[in-house]
């Protein structure tokens, strides 16, 4: 009756080691859904957007409209007739002393500037020669990375105020086991120092906060939960597991029964 006993003990204390793991590492709603305004959620505080500040060795292209033929065909900077879009757009790098040169004019100050004040500064230069000029400029760099959990790569920033969601989206989303509560963007600032920037994305006061809007030559890394070796990403995947585990404990304590192991 005591080894019966005994053995029963075993057999409980090991199903416990194997099963209270598993239970408590199942993914639940709360941690994965978005969007959450509940009392345990950070509240980010709302800041007026930033628009992207030009830095050090980002690409500019620069399309030049006039009515003078003549004079656009001199300064060489309107390569295709597609806008800036085109993959056949004419780029300029910007140097580490932050200027750039275009065809006759060199040394344009543009690092620290917003797309829009680059364009009317070289548009200002530009009109020394040619005076109905219009300068428009993009960004050729820009691009925004994802490290995540279940995605990674690089996707092209569509639109300036494009949100962390979209972002994801573009990515076709993430992992159920990626770790929403601790994401970290990796932004560099103009003087190419970076800086990472941590957030708990289920939070619904994310929306119009520092962390909301993604800018050229971000990185967003988003890591695996703690413990991932034993999340499942559904009750049903965690039963399995859990029946799995069950047969398989029996299976060694009937065969330790059998072979005299244990005693009957």
């Not at 006039?66 to 004419?90: C, H, I, K, W």
């Not at 548009?123 to 995540?148: C, H, Q, S, T, W």
């Not at 989303?173 to 003087?191: F, M, Q, S, W, Y």
């Amino acid at each position: 009756m005591i080894g019966n006993r005994r053995n029963i003990n075993i057999k409980t204390l090991a199903l416990a080691i194997v099963l209270l793991p598993m239970l408590s590492s199942c993914i639940t709603n709360k941690k994965i859904t978005l969007l959450q305004d509940g009392k345990k959620m950070p509240q980010y505080e709302q800041v007026e957007y930033s628009y992207y500040k030009i830095q050090k060795n980002d690409e500019l292209q620069i399309r030049l409209l006039s009515s003078n033929e003549e004079a656009t065909a001199m300064f060489d900077m309107n390569t295709s007739t597609s806008g800036l879009s085109s993959n056949n757009s004419r780029s300029y790098r910007v140097y580490e002393d932050g200027t750039i040169d275009i065809p006759y004019i060199s040394h344009i100050p543009v690092a620290g500037l917003t797309v829009r004040e680059a364009a009317k500064t070289i548009e200002a230069r530009i009109k020394e020669y040619v005076p109905d000029a219009m300068v428009k400029v993009g960004l050729a760099n820009d691009k925004f990375y994802i490290v995540a959990e279940g995605n990674k790569g690089a996707y092209e920033l569509y639109k300036e105020k494009l949100n962390i969601f979209q972002a994801l989206a573009l990515a076709g989303n993430i992992g159920t086991n990626a770790d929403r509560k601790h994401v970290r963007i990796l932004r560099p600032d103009i003087e190419g120092k970076t800086h990472v920037m941590e957030f708990d994305m289920r939070a619904k006061s994310i929306i119009g906060s520092e962390y909301y809007y993604i800018q050229p030559n971000d990185v967003i890394y988003i890591g695996p939960i703690k413990g991932n070796f034993w999340r499942s990403e559904s009750y049903a995947e965690s039963i399995g597991a859990i029946t799995t585990s069950i047969n398989f404990l029996v299976s060694i304590f009937n065969l330790g029964i059998t072979t005299g192991l244990y005693s009957k």
